[in-house]
T-cell receptor, first 111, second 116 residues
Framework: DAKTTQPNSMESNEEEPVHLPCNHS???????IHWYRQLPSQGPEYVIH???SNVNNRMASLAIAEDRKSSTLILHRATLRDAAVYYC????????????FGKGTKLTVNP | DVKVTQSSRYLVKRTGEKVFLECVQD?????MFWYRQDPGLGLRLIYF???????EKGDIPEGYSVSREKKERFSLILESASTNQTSMYLC???????????????FGPGTRLTVT
């Protein structure tokens, strides 16, 4: 399985943008980049996913590098509710759908 | 909104008891999953099912079984609970990837099971 690397923790202020990086230098052409987050004492929550092009949805944006070896999850205006552990995961087209969470990035949002 | 519900948020059982964890989803998803989450070990797949009465073992099926009699319901059974099964149990569902593209998984709130 292609691996991902994320910083252990990041900090942001409320209402400021947050850029959460993920490195995946061994990504293959059929690997989709998925992001999930997990708020304290809750189940994981899907955030966004993409293959090659940048993606936007109501929760966040995903910026994918041209060589696809890294990506960035962008929260445009962080709120206290965005404090969570964010996981970047690669899933292969036609492959296992099993989610394997690494350590993720713990995001702290300061009021 | 997709809703995945689990029968209990917290459960305390004794060693040797048979334990049933129920999961229900309301989005007509084909796939359903059972994971457990432990500190330092991340998320581990126990079993998954891609259709009624179909099941596939995940990475850690020992000591567990599953049942899927209806599309919306996926049950996890601990045949004889042991203390090393104390964990957070998470159920998820997703569409079946007909085109091969993996779909997002929607999780329930989790059941924190303590076996004493």
């Amino acid at each position: 399985d292609a691996k991902t690397t994320q910083p252990n923790s990041m900090e942001s202020n409320e209402e400021e943008p947050v850029h959460l990086p993920c490195n995946h230098s061994t990504i293959s052409g059929t690997d989709y980049i998925h992001w999930y987050r997990q708020l304290p004492s809750q189940g994981p929550e899907y955030v966004i996913h993409g293959l090659t092009s940048n993606v936007n949805n109501r929760m966040a944006s995903l910026a994918i590098a041209e060589d696809r070896k890294s990506s960035t999850l962008i929260l445009h205006r962080a709120t206290l509710r965005d404090a969570a552990v964010y996981y970047c995961i690669l899933l292969t087209q036609g492959g296992s759908e099993k989610l394997v969470f690494g350590k993720g990035t713990k995001l702290t949002v300061n009021p | 909104d997709v809703k995945v519900t689990q029968s209990s948020r917290y459960l305390v059982k004794r060693t040797g008891e048979k334990v049933f964890l129920e999961c229900v989803q309301d989005m007509d998803h084909e796939n359903m999953f059972w994971y457990r989450q432990d500190p330092g070990l991340g998320l581990r797949l126990i079993y998954f099912s891609y259709d009624v009465k179909m099941k596939e073992k995940g990475d850690i099926p020992e000591g567990y079984s599953v049942s899927r009699e209806k599309k919306e319901r996926f049950s996890l059974i601990l045949e004889s609970a042991s203390t090393n099964q104390t964990s957070m149990y998470l159920c998820a569902s997703s569409l079946f990837p007909l085109s091969g593209q993996p779909y997002e998984q929607y999780f329930g709130p989790g059941t924190r099971l303590t076996v004493t």
